[in-house]
């Protein structure tokens, strides 16, 4: 009895090693999911930000095969679409991550601004109008105010526009979008104040810039106004009020802005040459 004590003990020593190791694989193992785990997010990180859109097109389109449920595969996917400009295959990505059962009212609104992006503004419309109104977004506020600007439905733009910019701590470019519906409702004054409070903002949105003059021009204020500008930005400038001067009628004030628009140009500024020319053209004609 005690030799068989003995094996008996000698065995349970050997189960309990074993379910010690076996612990211990497990250990490892879920040591090691846990890693690749982490460098899985890494890299998907990455290929978000600092990676070639449509090599983060190819990674995602890869990971999707082996995990097609997974939305947070599914949104990197549509969203190096939307990265690559690929506008047209990033709106069926997006209805993807939609109707995930773990979407989120975010993932909607990103599905709206992929639909904005390809142009299809009424079934944007329809996917904003589904998100509950106590979803408040920057991204949704602009939207909603691209949206109604589409519809031509002016006040509600504005408030929307007016939320939107209070919703960011960044609101150059909704400014610039803001005052460029001015702009096209004919509103220059307003216009060329939502330009320029973009510009302070963000001395640097080029595009804001030439709004600016767009709406100076509009006016007949053929001064360029006082903003930070590079020489090759100022002769720029330039040549979009001459092109607003013509626009105006007033012909002689514009081949003088599109000669100090060459004159200005660090480099031989050829829109400005032909402008010039087309002007001389049909004067002498």
Same mark, same amino acid.
């Given at each position: 009895?005690?030799?068989?004590?003995?094996?008996?003990?000698?065995?349970?020593?050997?189960?309990?090693?074993? %379910?010690?190791?076996?612990?211990?694989?497990?250990? #490892?193992?879920?040591?090691?999911?846990?890693?690749?785990?982490?460098?899985?997010?890494?890299?998907?990180?990455?290929?978000?930000?600092?990676?070639?859109?449509?090599?983060?097109?190819?990674?995602?389109?890869?990971?999707?095969?082996?995990?097609? /449920?997974?939305? /947070?595969?599914?949104?990197?996917?549509?969203?190096?679409?939307?990265?690559?400009?690929?506008?047209?295959?990033?709106?069926?990505?997006?209805?993807?991550?939609?109707?995930?059962?773990?979407?989120?009212?975010?993932?909607?609104?990103?599905?709206?601004?992929?639909?904005?992006?390809?142009?299809?503004?009424?079934?944007?419309?329809? #996917?904003?109008?589904?998100?509950?109104?106590?979803?408040?977004?920057?991204?949704?506020?602009?939207?909603?105010?691209?949206?109604?600007?589409?519809?031509?439905?002016?006040?509600?733009?504005?408030?929307?526009?007016?939320?939107?910019?209070?919703?960011?701590?960044?609101?150059?470019? #909704?400014?610039?979008?803001?005052?460029?519906?001015?702009?096209? *409702?004919?509103?220059?004054?307003?216009?060329?104040?939502?330009?320029?409070?973009?510009?302070?903002?963000?001395?640097?949105?080029?595009?804001?810039?030439?709004?600016?003059?767009?709406?100076?021009?509009?006016?007949?204020?053929?001064?360029? !106004?006082?903003?930070?500008?590079?020489?090759?930005?100022?002769?720029?400038?330039?040549?979009?009020? %001459?092109? %607003?001067? #013509?626009?105006?009628?007033?012909?002689?004030?514009?081949?003088?802005?599109?000669?100090?628009?060459? /004159?200005?140009? !660090?480099?031989?500024?050829?829109?400005?040459?032909?402008?010039? *020319?087309?002007?001389?053209?049909?004067?002498?004609?």
């Amino acid at each position: 009895m005690r030799h068989f004590s003995v094996v008996s003990a000698s065995l349970l020593g050997l189960v309990v090693l074993g %379910a010690c190791e076996r612990s211990g694989d497990a250990e #490892v193992a879920r040591a090691m999911a846990d890693i690749n785990v982490v460098d899985e997010t890494n890299l998907n990180d990455v290929m978000l930000t600092v990676a070639d859109p449509n090599e983060a097109v190819a990674y995602f389109q890869r990971a999707l095969s082996g995990a097609p /449920d997974r939305i /947070d595969l599914q949104r990197g996917l549509a969203s190096s679409l939307t990265r690559a400009g690929r506008n047209t295959e990033a709106v069926p990505a997006w209805r993807a991550v939609a109707a995930n059962t773990a979407a989120t009212d975010d993932d909607r609104v990103d599905l709206a601004s992929a639909l904005v992006r390809n142009d299809e503004w009424d079934a944007a419309e329809t #996917v904003l109008d589904a998100i509950p109104p106590t979803h408040e977004t920057f991204a949704r506020y602009r939207l909603e105010a691209m949206v109604a600007d589409s519809n031509q439905e002016w006040s509600k733009a504005d408030s929307f526009y007016e939320t939107a910019v209070g919703l960011t701590t960044r609101p150059a470019s #909704v400014l610039n979008n803001w005052g460029f519906s001015k702009l096209s *409702r004919g509103d220059y004054v307003a216009a060329e104040r939502l330009f320029l409070e973009a510009l302070r903002h963000d001395s640097t949105l080029f595009t804001a810039k030439n709004n600016l003059v767009l709406a100076r021009g509009a006016q007949r204020k053929y001064d360029l !106004p006082v903003i930070e500008m590079t020489q090759t930005e100022r002769a720029q400038l330039l040549h979009t009020l %001459a092109l %607003a001067a #013509v626009k105006q009628g007033d012909i002689t004030i514009a081949k003088g802005l599109l000669r100090e628009a060459i /004159d200005t140009h !660090p480099q031989h500024f050829e829109a400005a040459v032909r402008s010039l *020319r087309a002007l001389e053209d049909n004067v002498t004609n």
